[in-house]
């Protein structure tokens, strides 16, 4: 599966932004996929993950409560919904995907996702 991420840009503290990771290929609802993020000079560190039907999300507490994940698996297309954005949050925002046909969620680690999208970049001005 090959993987593509948009919807990056600037923003002003407070501000909301809806980014994008469109996929390709017909298998795409048997992946669970993940966006993660990485600031300059950072370490790349989970931000949410949705489960491959959708059914089951998971995020990081800085995401909790002001992001939201979802999927439109006829679309091929996963979503993270950004609202209250403050600059702590600027960084590239990447997805990536893994196999997962029994629809559960994979680990917060990169290492566990085999597949990348590029990154989006998200900056947050105050």
């Known amino acids: 599966v090959q993987l593509q991420a948009s919807g990056g840009g600037l923003v002003q503290v407070g501000g909301s932004l809806r980014l994008s990771c469109a996929a390709s290929g017909r298998t795409f609802s048997k992946y669970a996929v993940a966006w993660f993020r990485q600031a300059p000079g950072k370490e790349r560190t989970f931000v949410a993950a949705?489960?491959?039907?959708?059914?089951?999300?998971s995020y990081a507490d800085s995401a909790k409560g002001r992001f939201t994940i979802s999927r439109d698996n006829a679309k091929n297309t996963v979503y993270l919904q950004m609202n209250s954005l403050t600059p702590e949050d600027t960084a590239n925002f990447y997805c990536?995907?893994?196999?997962?046909?029994?629809?559960?969620?994979?680990?917060?680690?990169?290492?566990?996702?085999?597949?990348w999208g590029q990154g989006t970049l998200v900056t947050v001005s105050s």
């Open positions: 990536a995907a893994a196999y997962t046909p029994l629809s559960v969620l994979v680990g917060t680690t990169p290492t566990e996702y085999d597949y």
């Open positions: 949705i489960s491959s039907s959708g059914g089951t999300t």
